[in-house]
């Protein structure tokens, strides 16, 4: 069993404070990563991939991947009220894993003003 | 229209209906997935299609039986379903094996 773990949360952070949420999976031989946004209501929105080991940055978001402990985490800089929503991590296996993503259950974020 | 399409948005169906969800993706990618999204559980992945061929199916009962006609087009045909299988059910597609997009999602009542 392939196990992606997020805590639910939810995780309250006050405006502009960094927001990080966190990601473990079981496959050691997991070659991609992803985060995605939900809100309520809607459906996942792809915000972020990582496939290397260390930091990607992209505008206040920030993906870090660690191969060796099995972790991969999100921080949200400078955190808005309209950050609040799910967010859930996703992994994928190696090449010969086929088309599947593992998604964890995700972690709730509030973020108040 | 761009994205990923999927109608109806939401459904309300009794467990003797037969109903059918479509999902169409504008975004030119060759693998289109539906997934299952229950409270308090992970996305659960029900089919995988790429290229029209169906290449994975994570054991999912018979009363749901995809149908791929193109790389375009996705539909999932619903029959005498129970009420644990109401839901949101939404379809994705990729370019590749990694980065997924999802459609806004049909949201199913089983009365």
């Known amino acids: 069993q392939k196990e992606v773990e997020q805590n639910s949360g939810p995780l309250s952070v006050p405006e502009g404070a960094i927001a990080s949420l966190n990601c473990t999976y079981s496959?050691?031989?997991?070659?991609?990563f992803f985060w995605y946004r939900q809100y309520s209501g809607k459906s996942p929105e792809l915000i972020m991939s990582?496939?290397?080991?260390g930091d990607k940055e992209d505008g206040r978001f920030t993906a870090q991947l660690n191969k060796a402990s099995q972790y991969v985490s999100l921080l949200i800089r400078d955190s808005q009220p309209s950050d609040s929503a799910t967010y859930l991590c996703?992994?994928?296996?190696?090449?010969?894993?086929?088309?599947?993503?593992?998604f964890g259950k995700g972690t709730s974020l509030l973020v108040t003003p | 229209e761009t994205g990923v399409t999927q109608t109806p948005r939401h459904l309300v169906m009794g467990m003797t209906n037969k109903k059918s969800l479509k999902c169409e993706q504008h975004?030119?990618?060759?693998?289109m997935y539906w997934y299952k999204q229950s409270a308090k559980k992970p996305l659960e992945l029900m089919f995988v299609?790429?290229?029209?061929?169906?290449?994975e199916n994570n054991s999912v009962p018979s009363r749901f039986s995809p149908e791929c006609p193109n790389s375009s087009h996705l539909f999932l045909h619903l029959h005498t379903l129970q009420p644990e299988d109401s839901a949101l059910y939404l379809c994705?597609?990729?370019?590749?094996?990694?980065?997924?997009?999802f459609g806004p999602g049909t949201r199913l009542t089983v009365t």
């Open positions: 994705a597609s990729s370019p590749n094996s990694y980065e997924q997009y």
């Open positions: 496959d050691r031989g997991s070659q991609s």
């Open positions: 990582i496939y290397s080991n």
């Open positions: 996703a992994v994928k296996g190696n090449s010969n894993s086929g088309y599947a993503l593992n």
């Open positions: 975004l030119g990618h060759n693998a």
């Open positions: 299609y790429n290229f029209k061929e169906q290449t």
